[in-house]
């Protein structure tokens, strides 16, 4: 079955580093985009970044552009997120997230499946 | 970006109810709409993509509809198991903004 297991958060200073993993299984990570969400505490859910199958084509939401680099490592079946110069506003729990799947001929782009969440804590 | 607004915020209902959820975009999104149920402590469950698809697994007591920039989910005849906060989605174009949810409550 399809599994993604977030992992790498925790308590950080204002203007530290932390970076965050998504191990995949059951299924064919190659050939689907993947996406990070997060969801500060008692508040909606934020897109922070989407990866291409391939990882030629990634995108940012524009408040952490600049400070936060997505990667894939296929072979792996991993995701990752490195977050820099990190705010106290990205104190949220953070989610991967299975996107496109690269054969649909429908070209879908939802997040069908999700990791349990990893909680990043900003604070000094 | 494109701003997606719920309303309402918060519904309170009966087991045996049906309720619509709606969801406007501020500009038109085609039929790139999704529709996705989170409940307290768990990551969110999609529900419905691309307008009307129910994703598989889900029951068909759940059901959505719309094009362009308005849209809705109806659940029919509300169980137990449905109270729970539900997120729209445009997935027309990056960013991949989400409504501020919906949180459904029993009555």
């Known amino acids: 079955q399809v599994q993604l297991v977030d992992s790498g958060g925790g308590l950080v200073k204002p203007g530290g580093s932390l970076r965050l993993s998504c191990a995949a299984s059951?299924?064919?990570?190659?050939?689907?985009?993947m996406s990070w969400i997060r969801q500060a505490p008692g508040k909606g859910l934020e897109w922070v970044s989407s990866?291409?199958?391939?990882?030629?084509?990634?995108v940012y939401t524009d408040s952490v552009n600049g400070r936060f680099t997505i990667s894939r490592d296929n072979a792996k079946k991993s995701l990752f997120l490195q977050m820099d110069s990190l705010r106290a506003e990205d104190t949220a729990v953070y989610y991967c997230?299975?996107?496109?799947?690269?054969?649909?001929?429908?070209?879908?782009?939802?997040?069908?499946?999700w990791g349990q969440g990893t909680q990043v804590a900003v604070s000094s | 970006d494109i701003q997606m607004t719920q309303s309402p915020s918060s519904l309170s209902a009966s087991v045996g109810d049906r309720v619509t959820i709606t969801c406007r975009a501020s500009?038109?999104?085609?039929?790139?709409l999704n529709w996705y149920q989170q409940k307290p402590g768990e990551a969110p469950k999609l529900l419905i993509y691309?307008?009307?698809r129910l994703q598989s697994g889900v029951p068909s007591r759940f059901s959505g509809s719309g094009s362009g920039t308005d849209f809705s989910l109806t659940i029919n005849s509300l169980q137990f198991e449905d109270f729970a906060t539900y997120y729209c989605?445009?997935?027309?174009?990056?960013?991949?903004?989400f409504g501020q949810g919906t949180k459904l409550e029993i009555k």
């Open positions: 691309a307008t009307y």
């Open positions: 990866i291409s199958r391939s990882g030629s084509s990634i």
């Open positions: 997230a299975r996107g496109r799947y690269y054969y649909d001929s429908g070209g879908y782009n939802k997040f069908d499946y």
């Open positions: 500009q038109s999104i085609n039929s790139y």
């Open positions: 059951g299924f064919s990570f190659g050939d689907y985009d």
């Open positions: 989605q445009q997935s027309y174009r990056t960013s991949y903004t």
